[in-house]
């Protein structure tokens, strides 16, 4: 399931900067942050950092210092900011709505948040870094 719009990502040198962008709306209840997760070649998906609706953020260590989340919330859009980036960076790199699991409650207020509908990931962007 594809709804997030992605830009950004290219070909940088090792050391450069990248930021990627995701179209995304966290105006829903159902919906608690917006994570990146990234996938090289040969490897698992793995979730690298994410913005809660509240705009904490959280990072995995391997990126932690180098990369930052903010977003936009009058264009609805998050960036990932990659700094200091190192050839392990390269990889394909998707924005995804995480869910609330089964619902929500929200100020008395009951929200069903079935997976059908949202949990959507983006389209993804390479980003490879050259040594």
């Known amino acids: 399931q594809i709804r997030l719009v992605q830009s950004g990502g290219g070909l940088v040198q090792a050391g450069d900067s990248l930021r990627l962008s995701c179209a995304a709306s966290m105006d829903t209840p159902c919906i608690s942050a917006i994570d990146w997760h990234r996938q090289a070649p040969g490897k698992e998906r793995e979730r690298i950092a994410g913005i809660k609706s509240n705009d904490e953020t959280y990072f995995e260590d391997f990126v932690k210092g180098r990369f930052t989340i903010s977003r936009d919330q009058d264009i609805d859009t998050v960036y990932l900011q990659m700094n200091d980036l190192t050839p392990e960076d390269s990889a394909m790199y998707y924005c995804?709505?995480?869910?609330?699991?089964?619902?929500?409650?929200?100020?008395?207020?009951?929200?069903?948040?079935?997976?059908?509908?949202?949990?959507?990931w983006g389209q993804g962007s390479q980003v490879t870094v050259s040594s």
């Open positions: 995804k709505e995480e869910v609330y699991e089964g619902s929500v409650t929200v100020g008395g207020r009951y929200f069903p948040c079935p997976t059908a509908v949202y949990g959507f």
